[in-house]
């Protein structure tokens, strides 16, 4: 009988993978970043970019095989514009990038840190030079969201994390012209106590769509004496309904453990934004901040997780307790 937990992800042998010292001008630190497969294959980070006073930005860096020779924009790709956007007034984070093939566009959910806190905006391009900015979509405060690729029952789809007095949780809200959206639904809830994902969960990548349903990185927090840990689950929900959770894992199944992920600007943070699905069908590669300083790559198995998941699932009617 082993005493080691099973490991989903493995990480990858050269993380972390981008830090500031990888890029063509003077940052403070890099993370967070939203992930995509390009049509040719290429794949492209969108990276969150903080500088010296504390403000993030977003850059793209791309590379033919997801690991390394990573060619990074010279030039920020996407800066706040609170001139127009006054919501960004304190900068742009955390994008999650979902490819819309009805708009044959890449949609860009990210966080706009706003005089009242962090709310959510969207952006689309085709290029990832061109922006069409929709503006802020949920106001404060809420983050930690994304756009499901297409419509359900005529509807879009956006997952996201309102923070609220009882705790913060993972909601669903639907919307027929993506600017306008209602139909609000409790999603996921944080848990009490003393769990890993106790009063503080959100979505992490989009969530991945597999014949048994929407399968879902999370994160939890932590709370303890010597500050926060952000780690990670697994939940899935019903693809017509995805407001209905099928199944969510007891444990979490990653969590910070290497030094880079252990001690940085925010330390213990595993964080990923977003992943990319290889043309198997099955390998996923998971690209986190490290301790909110650095990007960090780890792959899996969509199999491996769902199978993960339905050996670990709690149930459900005992999730907040």
Not at 182 to 202: P, Q, S, T, V, Y
Request: proline share 7%; glycine share 8%; charged share 20%.
């Amino acid at each position: 009988m082993s005493n080691h937990f099973p490991e989903l992800f493995l990480r990858n042998k050269s993380n972390p993978i981008l830090t500031a010292a990888n890029w063509p001008y003077p940052v403070n630190t890099v993370f967070n970043p939203g992930a995509t497969l390009l049509q040719d294959g290429t794949t492209l980070l969108l990276c969150r970019v903080e500088d010296r006073r504390g403000l993030s930005h977003l850059c793209a860096a791309r590379s033919a095989n997801g690991v390394d020779n990573w060619q990074i924009d010279a030039q920020p790709t996407l800066m706040p514009d609170p001139e127009h956007f006054p919501e960004e007034l304190w900068g742009i984070e955390d994008p999650r990038i979902t490819f819309v093939p009805e708009l044959k566009k890449y949609a860009v959910v990210y966080t706009a840190y706003t005089r009242d806190g962090p709310g959510v905006a969207l952006a689309f391009t085709e290029d990832f030079s061109r922006f069409e900015r929709y503006g802020l979509i949920m106001q404060p405060e809420d983050k930690d969201a994304a756009l499901l690729p297409h419509r359900i029952d005529g509807h879009w789809a956006l997952i996201h994390r309102p923070v609220g007095a009882p705790g913060a949780h993972m909601w669903i809200s639907y919307s027929t012209n993506l600017r306008h959206w209602g139909g609000h639904k409790l999603m996921l809830e944080a848990r009490l106590g003393g769990w890993w994902d106790a009063n503080k969960i959100g979505l992490s990548p989009p969530p991945i769509e597999t014949p048994q349903g929407w399968l879902a990185i999370y994160h939890g927090v932590r709370e303890t004496a010597a500050g926060s840990i952000y780690r990670l689950g697994l939940a899935l929900f019903d693809l017509q309904s995805p407001e209905h959770c099928l199944m969510r894992s007891d444990e979490w199944m990653f969590g910070p453990e290497e030094s880079y992920e252990r001690l940085g600007d925010i330390d213990d943070v595993v964080f990923p934004c977003g992943c990319t699905l290889a043309p198997d069908g099955d390998t996923i590669r998971m690209y986190y901040g490290a301790a909110d300083s650095s990007i960090a790559l780890a792959t899996g198995s969509v199999h491996a997780m769902l199978k993960w998941l339905d050996q670990h699932k709690g149930k459900l009617q005992e999730r907040n307790h």
